[in-house]
């Protein structure tokens, strides 16, 4: 999405909080206007500084990630309680420069719907018996049984318009607000980094007060080389309520254009004075090895992967999440008006596995995980088009075409319990879209719900297409662009799977506790 840069209430206890070690056992401090570094450990042994993460939890499985601060052996202890009195241990890969001494370690054969309580420990390759200190975290797996229930928040766009870590109001609050609700994972709907964003150490905001930065050599220019981009990850995880929040909650990632640079595609060549490197499919490679380096993706992890971002992630019975990939595989950018489009934003490949994979799904409800709207106009620059509509609206035009092929699948093949999820515009809106109000009308009805940003300046509403008949029935949205976190709340929202009637509930959320808008839906409906 087009951006400027600046510069004129408690859930139930589902899972045991984190307590005394493993807070202290991530603490980076952050003091003043700068920020302490990880201290390299005096006697020579590994140290896991920037905490751990899990991500792509099943029912029986989990990626468990970690870096540490020089070559080291990665072994992962699993046990059913925090005091670790039986454990299972998990051997991990060796870290090395390679991957920027960052690395995950596989778990399988977990014990369904259950709390999984696991310590990290880092050892000296060359002497297996010289270890740092552990660094513990926890999870809980999927259920295997309907009537348990599924709870999970997703929203994005962290660090970006120039908007990083402020220790004056205590960095990035939401996720610590997050991690309180205690949800069963978190899904970070893209831009979980500004690689093309620069983190000024302070900004003058227009009534005058001043917001700090915390800043590092790698968020002083726009990401080229790999470094920098890593960098950017790094730069995240500076944030204590984050690392606190990935120690408690896992994830579900995937990307979209800033963990590249703005407005992406495949195939571009830069006109922009900042980049020494033109070729963006260079950059992307580089930042694709970079994301997989520092998210516990399965499909960048698993053997047969691919190095691919889009899967399905199995939630148990009641919930399939299908995060997709709207950067890698689109054409390029346009006035988005061709009457003919295969490639689309999804690409030919990635359509035909997404229609394979929700046909064959048996879970109540399908959540596609989109990193971008499918009926709000986001614009790139004055004549072309950086999402899907392009403000026409009538018939399907672009890459509408593919959007349209897909809905029309999913009505004609009577797939149920489909909820379209996504974040990138910077505001929270609920749309529905209805062939009533459509000019295409081969399809069933369905909602898509917007939240974000969590660390990001706020933008104003985008407007609505109307070829598939959206209705905004909720928004909240600043009123000018880019309003800091100081002067607008961040959002996320909040989806709730009852076990017994598997209504699902969805609840936009705003930073400080407030619940802005609920819709239940019932389960069982073609479309939604």
């Given at each position: 999405?087009?951006?400027?840069?600046?510069?004129?209430?408690?859930?139930?206890?589902?899972?045991?909080?984190?307590?005394?070690?493993?807070?202290?056992s991530?603490?980076?401090?952050?003091?003043?206007?700068?920020?302490?570094?990880?201290?390299?450990?005096?006697?020579?042994?590994?140290?896991?500084?920037?905490?751990?993460?899990?991500g792509?939890?099943?029912?029986?499985?989990?990626?468990?990630?970690?870096?540490?601060?020089?070559?080291?052996?990665?072994?992962?202890?699993?046990?059913?309680?925090?005091?670790?009195?039986?454990?299972?241990?998990?051997?991990?890969?060796?870290?090395?420069?390679?991957?920027?001494?960052t690395?995950?370690?596989?778990?399988?054969g977990?014990?369904?719907?259950?709390?999984?309580?696991?310590?990290?420990?880092?050892?000296?390759?060359d002497?297996?018996?010289?270890?740092?200190?552990?660094v513990?975290?926890?999870?809980?797996?999927?259920?295997?049984r309907?009537?348990?229930?599924?709870?999970?928040?997703?929203?994005?766009?962290?660090?970006?318009?120039?908007?990083g870590?402020?220790?004056?109001?205590?960095?990035f609050?939401?996720?610590?607000?997050?991690?309180?609700?205690?949800?069963?994972?978190?899904?970070?709907s893209?831009?979980?980094?500004?690689a093309?964003?620069?983190?000024?150490?302070?900004?003058?905001?227009?009534?005058?007060?001043?917001?700090?930065?915390?800043?590092?050599p790698?968020?002083?220019?726009?990401?080229?080389?790999?470094?920098?981009?890593?960098g950017?990850?790094?730069?995240?995880?500076?944030?204590?309520?984050?690392?606190?929040?990935?120690?408690?909650?896992?994830?579900?990632?995937?990307?979209?254009?800033?963990?590249?640079?703005?407005?992406?595609?495949?195939g571009?060549?830069l006109?922009?004075?900042?980049?020494?490197?033109?070729?963006?499919?260079?950059?992307?490679?580089?930042?694709?090895?970079?994301?997989g380096?520092?998210?516990?993706?399965?499909?960048?992890?698993?053997?047969?992967?691919?190095?691919?971002?889009?899967?399905?992630?199995?939630?148990?019975?009641?919930?399939?999440?299908?995060?997709?990939?709207?950067?890698?595989?689109?054409?390029?950018n346009?006035?988005?008006?061709?009457?003919?489009?295969?490639?689309?934003?999804?690409?030919a490949?990635?359509?035909?596995?997404?229609?394979?994979?929700?046909?064959?799904?048996?879970?109540?409800?399908?959540v596609?995980?989109?990193?971008?709207?499918i009926?709000?106009?986001?614009p790139d620059?004055?004549?072309?088009?950086?999402?899907?509509?392009?403000?026409d609206?009538?018939?399907?035009?672009?890459?509408?075409?593919?959007?349209?092929?897909?809905?029309?699948?999913?009505?004609?093949?009577?797939?149920?319990?489909?909820?379209?999820?996504?974040?990138?515009?910077?505001?929270?809106?609920?749309?529905?879209y209805?062939?009533?109000?459509?000019?295409?009308?081969?399809?069933?009805p369905?909602?898509?719900?917007?939240?974000?940003?969590?660390?990001?300046?706020?933008?104003?509403?985008?407007?609505?297409?109307?070829?598939?008949?959206?209705e905004?029935?909720?928004?909240?949205?600043?009123?000018?662009?880019?309003?800091?976190?100081?002067?607008?709340?961040?959002?996320?929202?909040?989806?709730?799977?009852d076990?017994?009637s598997?209504?699902?509930?969805?609840?936009?959320?705003?930073?400080?506790?407030?619940?802005?808008?609920?819709?239940?839906?019932?389960?069982?409906?073609?479309g939604?």
């Amino acid at each position: 999405m087009s951006h400027p840069v600046p510069g004129s209430s408690s859930a139930p206890a589902r899972r045991g909080l984190l307590r005394g070690s493993l807070a202290a056992s991530a603490a980076l401090a952050l003091g003043g206007s700068g920020l302490a570094a990880p201290a390299f450990a005096l006697s020579g042994r590994p140290r896991a500084a920037w905490g751990v993460q899990t991500g792509d939890v099943t029912a029986s499985s989990g990626l468990v990630w970690v870096r540490s601060d020089r070559p080291a052996r990665i072994v992962v202890e699993t046990s059913a309680t925090e005091s670790f009195r039986r454990t299972r241990r998990h051997r991990g890969p060796l870290l090395g420069a390679g991957t920027d001494f960052t690395g995950t370690t596989a778990l399988r054969g977990l014990p369904a719907g259950e709390q999984i309580h696991y310590r990290v420990v880092l050892a000296d390759p060359d002497d297996p018996r010289r270890t740092g200190e552990p660094v513990t975290g926890t999870f809980r797996t999927a259920p295997d049984r309907r009537r348990d229930g599924v709870r999970f928040l997703w929203s994005g766009d962290i660090a970006g318009q120039g908007w990083g870590i402020n220790p004056d109001i205590g960095g990035f609050r939401a996720y610590e607000e997050m991690r309180r609700l205690d949800p069963d994972f978190f899904l970070c709907s893209g831009d979980a980094i500004y690689a093309d964003g620069v983190i000024e150490p302070s900004v003058t905001l227009p009534d005058g007060r001043i917001w700090r930065n915390v800043t590092t050599p790698e968020k002083s220019k726009v990401a080229e080389t790999l470094d920098e981009y890593r960098g950017n990850f790094r730069y995240n995880l500076l944030d204590r309520n984050v690392r606190a929040f990935n120690a408690q909650v896992p994830s579900i990632v995937q990307w979209d254009d800033h963990e590249v640079r703005n407005n992406w595609y495949p195939g571009q060549i830069l006109d922009d004075p900042r980049y020494a490197e033109k070729d963006v499919d260079v950059l992307a490679a580089r930042a694709a090895r970079a994301f997989g380096e520092y998210a516990p993706v399965s499909t960048l992890h698993a053997p047969g992967g691919r190095g691919r971002v889009h899967r399905v992630v199995r939630y148990g019975p009641l919930l399939d999440v299908f995060v997709l990939d709207m950067r890698s595989y689109r054409n390029a950018n346009s006035p988005n008006r061709q009457a003919d489009d295969t490639t689309g934003i999804l690409g030919a490949e990635q359509l035909a596995w997404l229609k394979r994979e929700l046909a064959a799904s048996t879970a109540v409800w399908k959540v596609l995980a989109a990193d971008m709207p499918i009926g709000l106009v986001v614009p790139d620059g004055a004549a072309n088009f950086e999402a899907i509509a392009q403000g026409d609206p009538g018939a399907p035009l672009g890459r509408e075409l593919q959007i349209a092929e897909l809905l029309r699948f999913v009505k004609h093949r009577r797939i149920t319990g489909t909820l379209w999820l996504t974040a990138d515009v910077h505001y929270t809106s609920a749309q529905h879209y209805a062939p009533e109000r459509a000019a295409f009308k081969d399809f069933a009805p369905f909602w898509e719900f917007v939240s974000g940003p969590l660390a990001a300046g706020g933008f104003p509403a985008n407007a609505l297409d109307g070829t598939f008949g959206p209705e905004r029935v909720f928004v909240r949205a600043p009123e000018r662009a880019n309003l800091s976190p100081m002067e607008s709340p961040q959002y996320f929202g909040e989806v709730d799977i009852d076990g017994h009637s598997g209504d699902l509930t969805v609840r936009l959320r705003a930073e400080g506790g407030k619940v802005l808008f609920s819709k239940v839906l019932r389960p069982g409906r073609v479309g939604q």
